[in-house]
């Protein structure tokens, strides 16, 4: 097929249509992901996401630089995020005590109460509309192209330590296997 457009730089086919399968997976999982954990739980995808990423830390807490870089969200987005979970609840924050200049941000009970209730929501779409379609095998050569992929990046969140290696795509790609989600 010829470009319309000549001055344009295309993708081949192959590459574009890979790009596409990968775009609409994503989009319809965490649409799906969001749509029934803001209805059956009050939590959107991304307040799971920080709850299950605060779960999986060591002590239930992380430095908000490194919650950002997990749940790949910017300071100021992660900074308005826990502000909103503080409100309702759901986490908190403590100042570190080795550089009183930053901050923790720690899950509370009822931060891990509200995982809990929404974690079988969580994984009922996933099966849905993941895992339930494909195969064992297709779920080992997705997570070997993530290695892959992650090993080659220029950006250090794809590296990281460890999500949705973890179990969800709502989770940050970075979790190792031995993260529950």
Same mark, same amino acid.
Not at 114 to 123: D, E, G, M
């Given at each position: 097929?010829?470009?319309? +457009? &000549?001055?344009?730089?295309? #993708?081949? &086919?192959?590459?574009?249509?890979?790009?596409?399968?990968?775009?609409? $997976?994503?989009?319809?999982?965490?649409? @799906?992901?969001?749509? @029934?954990?803001?209805?059956?739980?009050?939590?959107?995808?991304?307040?799971?996401?920080?709850?299950?990423?605060?779960?999986?830390? &060591? @002590?239930?807490?992380?430095?908000?630089? @490194? *919650?950002?870089?997990?749940? *790949? =969200?910017?300071?100021?987005?992660?900074?308005?995020?826990?502000?909103? =979970?503080?409100?309702?609840?759901?986490? +908190?924050?403590?100042?570190?005590?080795?550089?009183?200049? %930053?901050?923790?941000?720690?899950?509370?009970?009822?931060?891990?109460?509200?995982?809990?209730?929404?974690? !079988?929501?969580?994984?009922?779409? #996933?099966?849905?509309?993941?895992?339930? /379609?494909?195969? &064992?095998?297709?779920?080992?050569?997705?997570?070997?192209?993530? %290695?892959? #992929?992650?090993?080659?990046?220029?950006?250090? $969140?794809?590296?990281? !330590?460890?999500?949705? /290696?973890?179990?969800?795509?709502?989770?940050?790609? +970075?979790?190792?296997?031995?993260?529950?989600?």
């Amino acid at each position: 097929m010829t470009p319309s +457009r &000549p001055d344009h730089e295309f #993708l081949d &086919p192959e590459e574009w249509e890979s790009w596409g399968a990968l775009m609409k $997976l994503h989009r319809s999982v965490l649409q @799906e992901l969001d749509v @029934e954990l803001r209805g059956h739980h009050g939590l959107a995808v991304i307040e799971f996401d920080v709850l299950i990423t605060l779960f999986n830390a &060591p @002590e239930h807490r992380l430095r908000m630089s @490194e *919650l950002a870089e997990r749940v *790949l =969200l910017s300071p100021a987005g992660t900074t308005h995020l826990v502000t909103r =979970l503080e409100r309702d609840g759901l986490v +908190r924050r403590e100042v570190d005590p080795a550089d009183g200049r %930053k901050w923790f941000t720690v899950l509370t009970e009822g931060g891990d109460s509200a995982l809990k209730a929404a974690r !079988p929501t969580h994984n009922l779409v #996933l099966r849905r509309t993941l895992l339930d /379609a494909t195969s &064992p095998s297709d779920r080992r050569t997705l997570r070997r192209v993530w %290695k892959r #992929l992650s090993t080659h990046a220029s950006n250090p $969140l794809m590296a990281g !330590p460890g999500p949705a /290696a973890s179990s969800s795509p709502t989770t940050s790609p +970075r979790r190792s296997p031995s993260i529950r989600s």
